[in-house]
Nanobody, 121 residues
């Protein structure tokens, strides 16, 4: 399974972007629902960090640095997730990756290819 992330780009500080992530290609076999869908980011020279996550029951979790500015949501398809980013800051500049994680059988951990978000001051 491959995930396709999109929606990144260049935006001025204070602006907004909406990232999307969905399974790409034709389905082969059954697609089992993930336990958690998440967005991570990695800035140059830094480790990848969790930005936001949403569980199969709708519970959400955010990094302190984005609380009140970002909102994660799930789509109708089993592996579809969005990240609405408002009031963007230069420190939000990073490559953003989506992730689909399942702990039940069959387990999996799928990653998108990343989409670049650049916030200018």
């Amino acid at each position: 399974v491959q995930l396709q992330a999109s929606g990144g780009g260049l935006v001025q500080a204070g602006g907004s972007l909406n990232l999307s992530c969905a399974k790409s290609g034709s389905p082969i076999g059954v697609i089992y629902s993930p336990n958690v869908l998440g967005w991570y980011r990695q800035a140059p020279g830094k480790q990848r960090e969790l930005v936001a996550a949403i569980t199969s029951t709708g519970s959400t979790n955010y990094a302190d640095s984005v609380k009140g500015r970002f909102a994660i949501s799930r789509g109708n398809a089993k592996i579809t997730v969005y990240l609405q980013m408002n009031s963007l800051k230069p420190e939000d500049t990073a490559v953003y990756y989506c992730n689909a994680h399942r702990t039940m059988t069959p387990p999996y951990d799928y990653w998108g290819q990343g989409t670049l978000v650049t916030v200018s001051s």
